[in-house]
């Protein structure tokens, strides 16, 4: 997954910023932190119980996690999309070595003068189960960032056990760069359904057209998935487009503010889910899933709006999300960083089958 800190750091150095401290490591029980169970050392969070979990410090991969040669093993289908292609993006860039200035006026508002237009490829990887008949429509999940090849390795273990339903998985890489000014923070950060727009109208068909498969319209039947910002547009596909998407997986999530241009119908950006979207709007037909790490991202940036603690961030997710009377688990990971691989290692498989819990399995017992 796409490690935000680090590509923070070097561009703080670059433009003469002092880098960030290494982020502290929080206590799960904090004051002001939601509830939670502690699980025992090695534990996932129990598949049908909804709420605030704590694991660790051990992460142990688990079994679906790897190869299994004894199951019918899918096909990845990769190609590629240029800029030139999109109606949508056609592409941005950050200049190097630069990041922006906080706006006197607005302290949470970031001025960025040095983004351009700029050309990208983009990769896209289809994972096509050997279960899958062509011609049916199948349910699938799309993950940011890239190929993840985790993810197909738990989708061929998982739906040989017929925990999860025949599915497709689809993993988009963003148009490069982080955060405020670059295509990958214009994809993820900013609160609007345009990027889940851009999947459906320009992804999806060539998904469809690379991998001969067909995906359903049914939202039921769609997941997102990410890290970081990656987890952020996860959830903001869905929030924009319950008609597109209900089911949310998220390491880490981004909803600190980072939006950029700055909109003021959502002027904290992604904070703004937790601050007022959330508690304030009827609840939406979506079950989450949720993680952070006991070391995640802290202030990584010059802006000092008090938005910018991911793991506040998260703990303030969960509470909304509990009080609304959502379907969420919400795990606090000890021993671990910001999209941290360990942990991922650990609890995908219990992640997408509590996701997907309600979907229907053919054949399953």
């Not at 056990?161 to 994809?187: C, F, H, T, W, Y």
Request: proline share 9%.
């Amino acid at each position: 997954m796409f490690r935000t800190s680090v590509l923070f750091l070097i561009g703080l150095a670059a433009c003469g910023q002092t880098p960030r401290p290494t982020p502290p490591t929080r206590d799960a029980h904090t004051p002001g932190y939601v509830e939670a169970k502690d699980l025992p050392d090695g534990a996932n969070a129990p598949l049908k119980e909804d709420g605030n979990f704590i694991l660790g410090p051990t992460h142990t991969p688990a079994p679906e996690m790897a190869v299994q040669e004894s199951v019918p093993q899918g096909t990845v289908y990769n190609f590629t999309i240029a800029s030139t292609e999109s109606k949508i993006y056609p592409g941005i860039a950050r200049e190097q070595g630069t990041f922006g200035t906080p706006d006197p006026d607005e302290p949470a508002r970031l001025n960025v003068t040095t983004s351009h237009p700029a050309p990208y490829n983009r990769k896209v990887a289809v994972f096509v189960p050997k279960q899958y008949v062509p011609g049916t429509a199948a349910p699938f999940i799309v993950g940011a960032d890239g190929i993840d090849q985790a993810l197909f390795t738990a989708l061929n273990n998982l739906i040989a056990q017929k925990r999860l339903p025949v599915m497709i998985g689809i993993s988009i890489g963003n148009g490069s760069g982080d955060a405020q000014g670059s295509q990958r923070g214009l994809e993820y950060d900013n609160m609007s359904g345009l990027y889940a727009e851009f999947v459906e109208k320009e992804i999806l068909p060539r998904v469809e057209k690379e991998a001969n498969v067909k995906l359903t319209k049914d939202p039921d039947g769609r997941a997102t998935m990410g890290g970081s910002s990656g987890g952020s547009a996860a959830l903001i596909m869905a929030w924009f487009h319950t008609d597109l998407y209900h089911r949310v997986l998220t390491y880490s999530g981004t909803y600190v503010n980072q939006q950029w241009p700055w909109d003021p119908k959502y002027p904290h950006g992604a904070w703004g889910f937790h601050e007022t979207l959330i508690p304030n709007s009827p609840v939406k037909p979506l079950r989450i899933w949720m993680e952070v790490g006991d070391r995640d991202n802290y202030n990584p940036n010059i802006m000092r709006d008090n938005m910018h603690d991911w793991v506040l961030a998260n703990e303030n997710m969960a509470r909304v999300l509990a009080a609304k009377g959502y379907h969420y688990q919400f795990v606090f990971a000890r021993n671990a960083g910001h999209t941290d691989r360990t942990v991922k290692q650990q609890t995908l498989p219990e992640a997408l089958e509590y996701v997907w819990q309600g979907y229907p399995i053919e054949g399953k017992k």
